[in-house]
């Protein structure tokens, strides 16, 4: 879904999609024309929703849109195929269907989707598929999102903490020393600690299958790290000339 309209914020964690904010969504129809997309296309429309229609299934699908019915058994009966990241959906996808049995309930799971609307169709129970879809569309994105930042900074606290053993396996230091001379060098540097310990790791020889240089071929690393610091100072002049 698209950032600033539907995409979830930490500010608008606890605040649902209600039934006026469906006006700021758009919506797309991948049914052939016959009477069942012509009555559900029109139940949309009443309710207030921006309804686009395609047939057959394209390729791939606009930013743009926010939601996704598609008539799954139309598709299937035509001979078409529906192209769907199942794992990086780019909407909310709902499925309209004929009829149930073991098969297509399965290809339902597989698409991941939504939510389930059968036909005929009646009014009654769309509204409220469609915003419970929704909702539950925006929780799943916001839990996503905050477990990629848990493993983002879960990986820099790692490389931070390797950083640290590597300088006081190297120099001798205590844990709170090493800590700081990865802070002074990151100061100098104008950078993160996070970034100057990733320079130091390099620096000692440290790599993610634990191996390191022997301590009696080490370089001066903070040299080379301030030597580091100094290209990029004239770097930034050559920029600025």
């Given amino acids: 879904m698209r950032p600033g309209r539907s995409e979830p914020f930490a500010s ?138 848990a493993q983002a900074k879960l990986e820099s606290c790692r490389v931070v903490e390797r950083a640290k053993l590597a300088v006081m396996l190297a120099e001798g230091y205590p844990e709170k020393v090493a800590y700081a001379v990865l802070r002074e060098l990151a100061m100098k540097r104008r950078t993160t600690v996070e970034a100057i310990s990733s320079e130091v790791l390099i620096r000692l020889g440290w790599s993610d299958s634990g191996a390191a240089m022997r301590l009696s071929d080490k370089p001066d690393w903070q040299a080379l790290c301030l030597a580091g610091a100094a290209a990029h100072d004239e770097s930034l002049t050559d920029k600025s000339a």
């Fill in 12 to 149: 608008e964690k606890e605040q649902p999609f209600l039934i006026r904010d469906l006006r700021s969504l758009s919506f797309l129809l991948v049914q052939p024309q016959d009477s069942d997309g012509l009555a559900l296309k029109s139940h949309l429309e009443r309710i207030g929703c921006q309804v686009q229609e395609i047939w057959p299934p394209p390729q791939n699908y606009p930013t743009d849109i926010d939601i996704i019915f598609v008539m799954v058994d139309r598709v299937t009966e035509s001979g078409q195929t529906f192209h769907w990241q199942a794992d990086t959906p780019s909407a909310v996808l709902i499925a309209v269907i004929d009829y149930e049995n073991p098969l297509s309930i399965d290809r339902l799971l597989h698409m991941r989707v939504n939510a389930v609307i059968g036909l005929p169709i009646r009014p009654f129970g769309i509204l409220t598929n469609l915003l419970a879809a929704v909702n539950n569309h925006r929780r799943e994105q916001r839990i996503s999102l905050n477990l990629e930042r």
